[in-house]
Every structure is written in C-alpha cells, then in structure tokens.
C-alpha cells in the first residue's frame, strides 16, 4: 500500500522560508515513470499545484511560484521535500504532496496546515 506523510512546520513568519517534507511507502520514489508533486488548498479557495519532480529528477513549477520554489529528493530516505522562501499571509494553506502515475493523482498524503504569521 502506498502511503505519503506530509511533515514540517505548521507555522512560519513572513519573510522565512518553509521547508516540507514528504515520506513515502509502499513503493520506491524512483521507481518506473511516477512522478512526485506538491499541491496546497489556501482557505476558502481550491487547489493550487506546485510543482513536480520527476522520475528523471527534472522539475517544473507552477509560474505563479516559479521563482521562490524549490522540489528536490533524498532517495536514501525515500522522500521528497518543498522549500517555499518569502513566505507572505497568502501562503497560508494546506499542503499536499502526491504521487503522479499514468497522468493521474492516484495517492496523496492527508495535509500539514501551515500558517504564515508573525
């Protein structure tokens, strides 16, 4: 069974750079063409994508996060993390990671709140 855990801070000060992390088991992050991407809810609002890394270790980013993101992903510990630098009010949200296969979300992890306040 696959499994994704979401873990890192649930509040951060603007200005300060959010680190999230994403466990994974079950099955391998480089295993076949499965890609791994971050998704967040803000409030009251739907779902934003992030980005992705791929099974290649490419990434892509959604433009509006484009210049203050960063995926990358430590295969020893079989995760992939998010760093989001600047962070303001408006990145108050629930954080999401997933597995992409076969061009769809098929498993995600159950969400960190994170809070941007000082």
């Known amino acids: 069974q696959v499994q994704l855990q979401e873990s890192g801070p649930g509040l951060v000060k603007p200005s300060q750079t959010l680190s999230l992390t994403c466990a994974v088991s079950?099955?391998?992050?480089?295993?076949?063409?499965?890609?791994w991407t971050w998704v967040r809810q803000p409030p009251g609002k739907g779902l934003e994508w992030m980005g992705v890394?791929?099974?290649?270790?490419?990434?892509d980013y959604s433009p509006f996060v484009k210049s203050r993101t960063s995926i990358s992903r430590d295969t020893s510990k079989n995760q992939f993390s998010l760093q989001l630098r600047f962070m303001t009010p408006e990145d108050t949200a629930v954080y999401y990671c997933a597995r992409i296969s076969n061009y769809m979300l098929d498993y995600w992890g159950q969400g960190i709140q994170v809070t941007v306040s000082s």
């Open positions: 890394i791929l099974h290649t270790t490419n990434t």
């Open positions: 079950g099955v391998s992050i480089i295993s076949g063409y499965d890609a």
